[in-house]
């Protein structure tokens, strides 16, 4: 079967990504897909390179300009991970956009402490200087903090109220 990650399929770099995303260690992975598929497969260290790529896409993603989106509507929500190793869990700042031809853009992905003022307010302002333009409405919980941040930042924009119980899974389905 494969050997190396460079003759890795698509299906199966997806699913090292899923699994590192939910957690597993890179040897973790290395040894369930070894007894999954009865075979070893990849060594520890092709993980390794294809999660640091997936790093390394991440960060990029994190400081490319966003001059070129067109955003007319953008959603804002924060969905909280467990973390396995501590048994807390983390909230993660999902922002999203509605392009005016159609296309759906993950703008942002932000770890922060909570729905506050001020990390909401730390996220926000990143995406205006990557040169987010103002958007025609914005979507939200009803989170105090963030739609004050949403109110300072964009008070040109309606500010709208998730409809849906999971507002990021819709959103993704649509």
């Not at 299906?11 to 957690?23: A, N, P």
């Not at 890179?26 to 060594?43: E, H, P, T, Y």
């Not at 070129?68 to 396995?84: E, S, T, W």
């Given at each position: 079967?494969?050997?190396?990650?460079?003759?890795?399929?698509?299906?199966?770099?997806?699913?090292?990504?899923?699994?590192?995303?939910?957690?597993?260690?890179?040897?973790?992975?290395?040894?369930?897909?070894?007894?999954?598929?009865?075979?070893?497969?990849?060594?520890?260290?092709?993980?390794s390179a294809l999660?640091?790529?997936?790093?390394?896409?991440?960060e990029a993603s994190?400081?490319?300009?966003?001059?070129?989106?067109?955003?007319?509507?953008?959603?804002?929500?924060?969905?909280?991970?467990?973390?396995?190793?501590?048994?807390?869990k983390t909230g993660?700042?999902?922002?999203?956009?509605?392009?005016?031809?159609?296309?759906?853009?993950?703008?942002?992905?932000?770890?922060?402490?909570?729905?506050?003022?001020?990390?909401?307010?730390?996220?926000?302002?990143?995406?205006?200087?990557?040169?987010?333009?103002?958007?025609?409405?914005?979507?939200?919980?009803?989170?105090?903090?963030?739609?004050?941040?949403?109110?300072?930042?964009?008070?040109?924009?309606?500010?709208?109220?998730?409809?849906?119980?999971?507002?990021?899974?819709?959103?993704?389905?649509?």
């Open positions: 079967m494969w050997t190396n990650l460079a003759k890795t399929g698509d299906r199966l770099k997806t699913l090292i990504v899923e699994m590192f995303v939910g957690e597993m260690s890179q040897r973790d992975i290395a040894m369930a897909l070894a007894k999954a598929l009865g075979q070893f497969v990849l060594s520890k260290s092709s993980v999660t640091a790529t997936l790093s390394q896409e991440y994190r400081a490319r300009d966003l001059s070129g989106y067109d955003v007319a509507y953008l959603f804002i929500d924060m969905v909280y991970k467990p973390l396995r190793r501590w048994g807390s993660v700042l999902c922002v999203w956009g509605l392009c005016i031809d159609g296309r759906k853009v993950l703008l942002s992905l932000a770890t922060t402490n909570g729905e506050s003022y001020e990390s909401c307010l730390e996220v926000l302002r990143d995406l205006i200087k990557r040169g987010l333009q103002t958007p025609v409405t914005i979507t939200t919980d009803g989170a105090p903090g963030l739609c004050k941040v949403v109110d300072a930042m964009w008070p040109r924009s309606l500010r709208i109220r998730w409809w849906f119980h999971n507002p990021m899974r819709a959103l993704r389905q649509s």
